[in-house]
């Protein structure tokens, strides 16, 4: 038999006593434990953000504050599953719940069973709509990292095709196809940009094959010469690694990412490291270390997810961009079958990591 916590926590929100003892009464033969009664809808919003109960029952006509106005502040503070309750089927209200983020409907005194469907619904709608706003954060993402990472290539692609266009006569058959080379490799880099969003969007599960992380690292700093010269950085890259698996342009974008936010917050000039460590578990773990200013605990937590601007310790100003690099990335690795992790303090640089499975 499951246990009350098991079932879930329901707060009741019910400004008629003998309703409320009613209903705590029928969700506690049903298995449920009700964490507490609000009879206003001010003290329900109070005690939801002290208690998060898994499921509100929440009345409709309720003083200081009605069901929908908690409903919808709810839904704002600390979004959760909602049941709406009325004596009457008013219908131009029950949409207006509805609207505020409701998820079930109710008709007082309830039937047990109609009780525990209407939570149950709710849960389940409410579910489904975590799951929609996660999909839509995530696509929101994309979009921006489109339109974030393809500046990179462009950047470079429209002066030199400009450049060709309009001095072509003039150019030595050296400087003819140096800037050709730099247009074709730009557009690559820009194609592998977009099939790895592509990719990581996908439902389908991806291909992997064994890695040769040495190409991959040099890729990357190749893609970030220009980069790396202006900083006046050193970027010390090991001989070999560990054989992994895992999909060549994806985790090209993992080594892209790391190394331009080392370069752009690292030290001056920045001074980074690559390196793997074989882990026991059976993954291998690649990393990049730099000289910066470091991250406090709290900027930490906040790395790897979407459109969060972080602040660095000492006198930099706070990093430039939304996050969405990163987040990106940890999308990347943990379809993978990998993990992303930072090391960091305040004076001591920091170590950006991911794992992938060994070969």
Same mark, same amino acid.
């Given at each position: 038999?499951?246990?009350?916590?098991?079932?879930?926590?329901?707060?009741?929100?019910?400004?008629?006593?003998?309703?409320?003892?009613?209903?705590?009464?029928?969700?506690?033969?049903?298995?449920?434990?009700?964490?507490?009664?609000?009879?206003?809808?001010?003290?329900?919003?109070?005690?939801?953000?002290?208690?998060?109960?898994?499921?509100?029952?929440?009345?409709?006509?309720?003083?200081?504050?009605?069901?929908?106005?908690?409903?919808?502040?709810?839904?704002? @503070?600390?979004? *959760?599953? =909602?049941? +709406?309750? /009325? $004596?009457?089927?008013? %219908?131009?209200?029950?949409?207006?719940?509805?609207? #505020?983020?409701?998820?079930?409907?109710?008709?007082?005194?309830?039937?047990?069973?109609?009780?525990?469907?209407?939570?149950?619904?709710?849960?389940?709608?409410?579910?489904?709509?975590?799951?929609?706003?996660?999909?839509?954060?995530?696509?929101?993402?994309?979009?921006?990292?489109?339109?974030?990472?393809?500046?990179?290539?462009?950047?470079?692609?429209?002066?030199?095709?400009?450049?060709?266009?309009?001095?072509?006569?003039?150019?030595?058959?050296?400087?003819?196809?140096?800037?050709?080379?730099?247009?074709?490799?730009?557009?690559?880099?820009?194609?592998?940009?977009?099939?790895?969003?592509?990719?990581?969007?996908?439902?389908?599960?991806?291909?992997?094959? @064994?890695?040769? *992380?040495? =190409?991959? +690292?040099? /890729? $990357?700093?190749?893609? %970030?010469?220009?980069?790396?010269?202006?900083?006046? #950085?050193?970027?010390?890259?090991?001989?070999?690694?560990?054989?992994?698996?895992?999909?060549?342009?994806?985790?090209?974008?993992?080594?892209?990412?790391?190394?331009?936010?080392?370069?752009?917050?690292?030290?001056?000039?920045?001074?980074?490291?690559?390196?793997?460590?074989?882990?026991?578990?059976?993954?291998?773990?690649?990393?990049?270390?730099?000289?910066?200013?470091?991250?406090?605990?709290?900027?930490?937590?906040?790395?790897?997810?979407?459109?969060?601007?972080?602040?660095?310790?000492?006198?930099?100003?706070?990093?430039?961009?939304?996050?969405?690099?990163?987040?990106?990335?940890?999308?990347?690795?943990?379809?993978?079958?990998?993990?992303?992790?930072?090391?960091?303090?305040?004076?001591?640089?920091?170590?950006?990591?991911?794992?992938?499975?060994?070969?």
């Amino acid at each position: 038999m499951e246990s009350l916590v098991e079932r879930g926590r329901v707060l009741v929100a019910e400004d008629q006593v003998m309703v409320a003892e009613l209903l705590q009464f029928q969700l506690e033969e049903l298995g449920y434990c009700v964490v507490g009664r609000a009879n206003n809808g001010a003290k329900a919003v109070e005690m939801v953000q002290a208690l998060h109960p898994d499921v509100i029952l929440m009345d409709l006509d309720m003083p200081e504050m009605d069901g929908i106005e908690a409903a919808h502040t709810i839904q704002t @503070l600390c979004p *959760m599953p =909602v049941v +709406v309750m /009325t $004596a009457f089927s008013e %219908l131009e209200k029950v949409k207006a719940a509805s609207l #505020a983020g409701v998820g079930a409907y109710l008709l007082k005194p309830p039937e047990p069973g109609n009780l525990e469907r209407a939570i149950t619904i709710a849960r389940a709608r409410f579910a489904d709509l975590m799951e929609l706003r996660g999909m839509a954060a995530d696509l929101s993402a994309y979009d921006y990292s489109v339109s974030h990472d393809l500046k990179g290539p462009l950047n470079l692609i429209l002066p030199y095709a400009e450049l060709l266009n309009q001095e072509c006569s003039t150019l030595s058959p050296q400087e003819m196809q140096t800037y050709t080379a730099i247009i074709m490799s730009q557009t690559r880099r820009a194609r592998d940009i977009i099939e790895s969003l592509l990719l990581i969007a996908s439902p389908e599960a991806i291909h992997v094959e @064994l890695l040769d *992380m040495s =190409v991959l +690292v040099k /890729t $990357a700093c190749t893609n %970030l010469a220009t980069f790396i010269e202006q900083h006046h #950085a050193e970027v010390a890259i090991p001989s070999t690694f560990p054989p992994v698996l895992g999909h060549p342009v994806l985790v090209e974008r993992v080594w892209d990412n790391y190394l331009s936010n080392a370069l752009k917050y690292g030290g001056r000039p920045p001074v980074l490291e690559i390196g793997s460590t074989q882990q026991a578990d059976g993954m291998v773990r690649f990393w990049v270390r730099d000289n910066g200013p470091g991250l406090s605990e709290e900027a930490q937590k906040q790395l790897f997810t979407p459109f969060t601007r972080i602040s660095r310790a000492g006198s930099q100003p706070p990093a430039q961009g939304h996050g969405v690099g990163l987040s990106i990335v940890r999308r990347i690795v943990e379809r993978l079958g990998g993990e992303v992790n930072v090391e960091s303090a305040p004076g001591c640089g920091s170590t950006f990591s991911f794992t992938l499975p060994g070969a």
